[in-house]
């Protein structure tokens, strides 16, 4: 007996220990506290889940999301998006206009100093738009840009490829900033900033990446904006793949932040004393896609009308946001100015019943069996799913393989059914991606139905092109409403991102798609 | 008690285990004199190596028990003494060789060390002096003391048994236990082995206990020589007694058994019979059951020890003046045909 | 009968007159009274036992469907209704524990079997023919042993997807080297004994050898390593499906299971403390269990 | 001595083939192109070819592999797809790291495992005994990153004494040895016992008592020195095991080891990385077994006199023994 109780006795030691911590804490969104004024010589530490391949993705055609939190602290961009509206504000560039459909003017500051002292002219917006257009042609930072070319010292005009009212928002991301030849020739050249982008004239200098471990970036002391106070000296980005391992190090206090977190875990945080819990919607929606390509039976519109009348949304939601948010009822997030409400909560009844009926039509009377694909986090949403679908009498198979093979899978249409989200924050070029009949074309798009009618393909310009947001916003709700009655695709839940910062941080806000902006921290 | 070195009285030593108790050594008593070679002679199982270890006080820890008895050493009860001082006697006044020298001796330290580690243990001297010693105790045993850096499988059975013995004698104990010192070695290195034991056993004057069964070396070596049958002394004498003129059954069996050259005999004669089990030994003599001049008498109690003539005694009733005596038979003829 | 009667004597008679069969005395016995007489291999006996039991009555035992989810019971503590508490889908733990001991024990037995049939073949044949055979064998096993198992079990989920067999084909590689040497190595302790020499002086052929004399003779180190092996590859699957390579996903194998109640280890600790729990519980079982045998199988060990 | 260490190193040669040959074999089955990891998601077709042809991934793979061997004979271990920087940069900061760690790992576990081992073979079949075995048995019997988990819980989060991961302050480094270290300690306590007892039963052990030697004495210098020769060859084995396979410490803790480098490249399909991993992990190993055979020798003088000396030493023992 002496055995057991000695195991007893020290389990629960550790259950206390751990149980002890547990207390309710609220949730506080992102970008709600007033911007910070003091400067100190402190330092912020920040763990981001994985480490990037290269730090400048518009120069290496990379998109990943740790290189793009990185660059948007060492590199300004011509313009900044207004959160709320989806609306171009002023940064780099003062004002701009539209001379014609495809060629844009913008009008540059005259007191911005870049890193290597040099000012801020029209010809480094030329050279950074020419990085663009010939290392990231393959992707949306260089796929729309034709050229550039300065009128005078603080004036340039950016050619495009397409005619889209809405492109100068783009310039607002993070990939868009604005370098000049001279710095980049310091850092080594194009090939050497990824390694080491110190060029730029943004609200942090590059410092030092040691590789495996950290990426190092000071306050840039003469930054152009003056009303900005980088609260921190110093900036340590760390990379810890398990969440779990990150949350605990800002309960030791090694780190502030612990950045994209699983909201399912960070929401189980919101239990512990010494940490906040930001968990955030960034306008995108979560949508469950069939694979409409013959030889798939997600084909037939029956079966796609009998997955949707089983799955029980309530639920999906409650474990997709962690019981943050409620089911979508539309294609966009609410808090998007083209959102509109296709569902009704009846429409979205479980109907079991239904759902049977409609797959004996389909002529699968004694079950189906069909797989999705996802990432390994992507498993709790597919295992809500397939309890859902055994209900009806589809074995749902969950296949999570690794990136590589996923990307692979994802790209070929290896798949009945995939949930894949869609971010939409303005009418650029690249929205409603999935029935896009180019995107389709290229075999570079990660999930969707893999099929489009001329019709969705139609719409989709005319919302592009379409100058007036009114009337776009028309073509929208009309593209939306196809999708729905022909169930190419159900939107499920608002696409939630968290992060756990330290008790005493304040000011965490967000840069396009949701990353976190780590220059606007502070106590 | 003047004269002998060690005196072992009634001593009594059990194996205990779950399974059973095995009487190894029931109440023998032996004198020892200075100077002297005692033989110690006896089938396997018969309690001589329980004996010695008994002495040397390294019985098996929590089955080895000595029920009763004293071992004196000059005087002293060896049983009454502590770890600590028993510690101190082993090596110094008492030691012992063992019988099979290809594991007797530490395979990963060198021969020098471990003659050098019984002296440093016994005597104050720095490791220097205590190696220069080594080298002696080597030269003294018949080795090239140059060899006392290499590891003990660079030497022959023969070898190793001389450096055990360099090993016992490194402190010039007072009394050699040597336990069938030459058993696993070849006749031509055997008599070495005892010729050499003998010269330093006559230089230094050490009291030896030999353990053997084979009678030749006893006869060859020893002063006195004690027969061990079931765990007791069933005779005792000087050698000249013990072989000219044995008495007890067990011991003229055992001389019988000895084949002899100028006779072609069919057969050797055997003791018929098996040695009794240690664990279920009778109240009454232990060689009853084998003896073949026994009668009813032998049968009931346990027989005590007869003086048959000075110094030589024996344990058996027929040299009792009440042994009403069956008809004594000429051992030779009857073959085999026993109770 | 004795010359003199002790206190310990009068215990063993006392004992001996309780015993009522007579006492035989066969190595198995003999080995099995050692074993009898080791308290831990004991509890690590009884212990599997009750696993094994629950593995196989586990329908009966487990109060819930170790699938059906209640999104009203989610997240809930160790309560009457669910003894070890619910996951973040309200599926009540203590089942899919339950049933996670029927998943984890069978692909355990599976790995082993692999495992010994693989690398113990090797291992034999190695330790049995000797010389250039063996240095190959050995030299083979040195490579593999340098190729992490996570690799192996990548490429193979990678090609043939999450599954049992293809978990079972990973462990099996992974386990290789190890266990040929620890086979090769019973092997060349049993190969140097006489009666092997002497069958071979009789002239008994090679592969008669192997099995009718020298895998009964180390079979009972080869026991040990099995049951050994056992609590490994419980533990490596658990490893694996914290890489993401392990079971698809709603096996309840204790690793998955594990793995899903890592992410509330702060807040709802109880989803991983007692999948942890089980998991430790059988290895340690498994651990005392072959440490156990070892003693009594072992010859030196009288 | 030196013939005998050449010799083991020659034996290298056909084992970093046969390593290489077998990831070469496993590239070919792995879904997932590599060109397509190196240009990211929205790379054209045409890109993607003109990537494979400038890595030669369309050549037959016999070619391609013996460009890479040709590569490796001559130091070149080729640059990694992702970062683009030469393998050997990378892995070697990570194997220091991972060095690090196992020989902790393995020093915490041997001593305690070896100290343990004797305090139960000494008290054999007492509650010493079943005490030891089940404190050494707990900790191999918890799956790594549970463990892992609950050393950070208590010492980092609740005790704030150690970093809960990375390596900045040396301080990273005891978490993870502890981890590792612990696991092990069951093995090596069960290996000392077993070879303690059965060194104990040895007649030399015998001889030391007779010549009145301490008890403590007889256990340290005597049986010890006999029993730690099989503790030696498990501790090569401990070795081996750890240094490669420290993937799941190396993502709890944090830490930047090869392990993790390799099953960080497999995912990303950087093959050039996972071969240069491979390969010096092999190269390691069979270094690691060859110091274990030489503190064999060392440890036992009975393989002295056999291998290293060979020819010199049995010509002067030939030499006429003395009468």
């Known amino acids: 007996m002496k055995l057991r109780k000695l195991a007893a006795i020290l389990l629960s030691a550790v259950m206390v220990v ?506 | 008690m003047s004269g002998n070195i060690l005196s072992i009285k009634d001593l009594v030593i059990h194996y205990e285990t779950q399974e059973e108790v095995v009487e190894a050594v029931n109440k023998i008593n032996l004198d020892l004199n200075k100077g002297e070679i005692l033989g110690l002679v006896g089938e396997t199982g018969a309690g001589k190596t329980t004996t010695a270890l008994g002495i040397m006080g390294l019985l098996p820890p929590k089955v080895g028990h000595v029920i009763q008895g004293n071992i004196f050493l000059e005087g002293e009860d060896l049983l009454k003494k502590s770890q600590r001082e028993m510690r101190s006697i082993r090596g110094k006044k008492i030691s012992m060789i063992f019988q099979d020298p290809m594991t007797a001796l530490n395979p990963v330290k060198t021969v020098g060390d471990q003659i050098a580690e019984v002296i440093r243990l016994h005597e104050r001297c720095s490791k220097a002096e205590a190696l220069k010693k080594a080298q002696d105790m080597l030269a003294m ?39 069938e010192p030459t058993t696993a070695l070849d006749v031509t290195i055997q008599a070495q082995i005892l010729d050499m034991m003998r010269k330093l056993q006559k230089d230094k004057g050490t009291s030896m206990i030999l353990i053997t069964h084979d009678l030749g070396v006893v006869a060859e070596m020893c002063d006195h020589c004690a027969v061990m049958y079931g765990g007791e002394i069933v005779e005792y004498g000087t050698v000249e007694q013990i072989f000219d003129n044995p008495k007890h059954p067990y011991t003229k069996a055992l001389y019988r058994s000895i084949p002899s050259l100028d006779q072609d005999v069919e057969r050797l004669h055997v003791i018929p019979g098996m040695v009794s089990d240690p664990s279920n030994l009778p109240t009454y003599c232990t060689f009853y059951d084998r003896c073949e001049e026994c009668n009813e008498e032998c049968g009931k109690h346990d027989p005590w020890i007869v003086d048959i003539e000075p110094g030589h005694w024996a344990k058996c009733f027929r040299y009792t003046p009440e042994w009403t005596g069956t008809p004594v038979a000429d051992p030779a003829e009857t073959q085999g045909e026993g109770k | 009968m004795a010359k003199m009667h002790t206190p ?119 330790g049995y023919f000797g010389g250039k055979v063996d240095t190959i064998i050995m030299r083979i096993m040195d490579i593999f042993q340098s190729i992490p198992m996570i690799m192996f079990a990548m490429c193979i989920v990678a090609v043939l997807g999450n599954g049992i067999p293809q978990l079972v084909c990973a462990i099996m590689f992974a386990s290789m080297p190890t266990m040929a040497r620890n086979n090769r190595a019973a092997i060349l302790r049993v190969r140097g004994s006489d009666y092997i020499e002497a069958s071979e002086a009789i002239g008994v052929g090679q592969w008669k050898m192997i099995l009718k004399h020298m895998i009964p003779n180390a079979a009972g180190i080869m026991i040990i390593f099995f049951v050994g092996f056992l609590a490994v590859s419980i533990l490596m699957m658990s490893s694996m499906s914290y890489i993401g390579v392990g079971l698809a996903a709603p096996t309840p194998e204790w690793g998955l299971i594990l793995n899903d109640g890592k992410a509330y280890m702060m807040t709802a600790p109880f989803m991983m403390i007692f999948p942890a729990l089980m998991i430790m519980v059988t290895c340690f079982a498994f651990n005392l269990l072959g440490d156990g045998l070892r003693d009594a199988f072992d010859p030196k060990m009288k | 001595m030196v013939k005998y260490i050449i010799k083991r190193i020659l034996l290298l040669i056909p084992i970093l083939l046969g390593v290489s040959a077998i990831i070469f074999i496993l590239k070919t089955f792995t879904p997932g192109d590599p060109a397509r990891q190196i240009l990211g998601n929205n790379a054209t077709q045409e890109q993607i070819d003109a990537k494979r042809d400038e890595l030669g991934l369309n050549d037959p793979v016999p070619l391609q592999y013996v460009r890479y061997i040709g590569g490796v004979v001559t130091g070149d271990f080729g640059d990694s797809y992702r970062t683009g920087e030469p393998v050997l940069k990378e892995i070697l900061p990570r194997l220091g790291v991972s060095g690090i760690i196992t020989l902790g790992a393995v020093f915490i576990g041997a001593v305690l495992g070896v100290l343990l081992g004797i305090l139960s073979a000494l008290k054999k079949y007492t509650w010493v005994d079943s005490l030891v075995l089940v404190i050494s048995m707990f900790f191999q019997s918890v799956p790594e990153f549970v463990v892992g988990l609950f050393l950070i819980l208590i010492f980092a989060v609740n005790l704030h004494i150690l970093p809960a991961n990375g390596i900045e302050t040396p301080l990273g480094f005891i978490m993870p040895m502890l981890c590792v270290g612990l696991a092990s300690i069951a093995s090596y306590t069960r290996i000392t016992r077993s070879s303690m007892l059965e060194v104990m039963g040895e007649d030399y052990i015998r001889t030391a008592r007779a010549k009145g030697q301490t008890e403590g004495k007889i256990v340290y210098s005597h049986a010890l020195r006999n029993a730690i020769i099989p503790v030696v060859q498990s501790i090569g084995t401990g070795l081996a095991n750890s240094i490669g396979g420290g993937m799941v410490i190396e993502t709890v803790f944090a830490v930047p080891g090869v392990g993790k480098y390799i099953v960080d490249s497999i995912t990303q399909r950087n093959y050039p990385s996972v071969l240069g991993g491979a390969l010096i992990i092999a190269f390691v190993l069979t270094i690691i077994n060859l110091l274990v055979d030489i503190a064999f020798v060392i440890i036992d003088p009975r393989l002295k006199t056999t291998i290293i000396a060979g020819g010199a030493k049995r010509k002067k023992a030939a030499k006429p023994k003395a009468a």
């Open chain 2, 141 to 179: 045993v018949g080795i090239v003391p140059e060899r006392y850096k290499e590891y003990p499988h660079q030497f022959s059975g023969g070898m190793k048994q001389r450096i055990v013995i360099a090993i016992a004698l490194a402190c010039e104990p007072e009394l050699l236990i040597a336990d």
């Open chain 3, 8 to 126: 310990a004597m009068e215990k063993i008679e006392r004992r001996n007159a309780r015993r009522k069969k007579p006492v035989k005395s066969t190595p198995a016995y003999e080995s099995w009274k050692r074993f009898k007489r080791n308290k831990t291999a004991m509890i690590g006996l009884v212990v599997v036992c009750i696993l094994i039991l629950v593995a196989i009555l586990a329908p009966l035992i487990a109060p819930y469907d170790y699938q059906t989810q209640d999104y009203t019971a989610m997240l809930q503590k160790p309560s009457g209704a669910h003894l070890f508490g619910t996951d973040q889908f309200g599926r009540d733990i203590f089942s899919r524990c339950i049933y996670g001991a029927r998943y984890s024990l069978v692909i355990a037995l599976f790995c082993t079997i692999a495992a010994l049939f693989s690398g113990g073949l090797l291992g034999i044949i190695a």
């Open chain 1, 18 to 523: 751990s149980m002890a911590s547990v207390a309710s804490a609220d949730i506080i969104g992102a970008d709600v506290d007033a911007p910070n004024t003091t400067k100190t010589d402190e330092t912020l530490v920040v763990t981001l889940a994985s480490e990037p391949s290269t730090l400048w993705g518009a120069a290496a055609g990379q998109v990943e999301n740790e290189a793009e939190i990185i660059i948007a602290a060492t590199q300004d961009t011509l313009v900044k998006s207004d959160k709320a509206t989806g609306e171009a504000l002023p940064n780099l560039a003062t004002e701009w206009e539209w001379l014609d459909a495809t060629h844009c003017q913008f009008k540059l500051r005259d007191d911005v100093v870049m890193n290597d002292g040099a000012p801020l002219t029209a010809d480094d917006v030329v050279f950074t738009a020419n990085v663009w257009k010939e290392y990231s042609a393959n992707n949306d930072t260089g796929r729309y840009i034709a050229g550039a070319e300065a009128v005078d010292e603080h004036t340039v005009v950016i050619e495009f490829t397409t005619e889209c009212p809405d492109l100068v928002n783009m310039m607002s991301w993070s990939n868009f900033g604005i370098v000049n030849e001279s710095g980049v020739e310091a850092a080594g050249g194009i090939e050497a900033c990824a390694k080491n982008p110190i060029m730029g004239c943004g609200r942090y200098i590059f410092k030092e990446w040691v590789s495996g471990q950290s990426v190092t970036l000071e306050r840039n002391e003469n930054y152009w904006d003056l009303d900005y106070a980088g609260y921190f000296k110093t900036i340590v980005v760390k990379f810890t793949n398990d969440p779990a391992a990150r949350e605990m190090a800002i309960e030791s206090g090694d780190s502030q932040v612990a950045a994209d977190m699983p909201v399912i875990q960070a929401t189980a945080y919101q239990g512990s004393p010494n940490v906040n819990v930001v968990i955030y919607d960034f306008g995108q929606v979560t949508h469950l896609w069939y694979n409409m390509t013959e030889g798939h039976p997600t084909a037939d519109q029956k079966v796609r009308q009998a997955i949707e009348k089983a799955i029980n949304y309530e639920a999906l939601a409650m474990v997709g946001t962690g019981g943050s948010a409620t089911q979508a009822l539309g294609y966009l997030s609410p808090s998007s100015p083209y959102y509109h409400e296709l569902y009704t909560l009846e429409e979205r009844a479980l109907d079991i019943e239904g759902a049977k009926a409609l797959l004996a039509e389909a002529g699968y009377e004694n079950g189906l069996e069909l797989t999705i694909l996802g990432l390994q986090d992507s498993v709790p949403t597919y295992t809500v799913i397939q309890e859902n679908l055994r209900a009806i009498g589809i074995t749902l198979n969950i296949n999570t393989p690794d990136t590589a093979s996923f990307v692979g899978d994802a790209f070929g249409g290896n798949y009945d059914l995939i949930v894949v989200g869609e971010w939409i924050p303005n009418r650029n070029p690249s929205a409603y991606v999935f029935v896009s009949e180019g995107q389709i074309a290229s075999g570079f798009v990660i999930g969707g139905p893999k099929v489009t009618t001329p019709e969705l393909e139609a719409l989709r310009q005319q919302i592009i092109t379409e100058p007036d947001n009114a009337t776009a916003n028309g073509y929208m709700e009309e593209l939306e409403t196809i999708m729905k009655n022909d169930t190419i695709t159900t939107n499920l839940y608002p696409e939630l991102k968290a992060a756990v910062i330290a008790k005493d941080l304040k000011g965490f806000g967000t840069i396009e798609r949701g990353f976190m902006d780590i220059t606007t921290l502070y106590k």
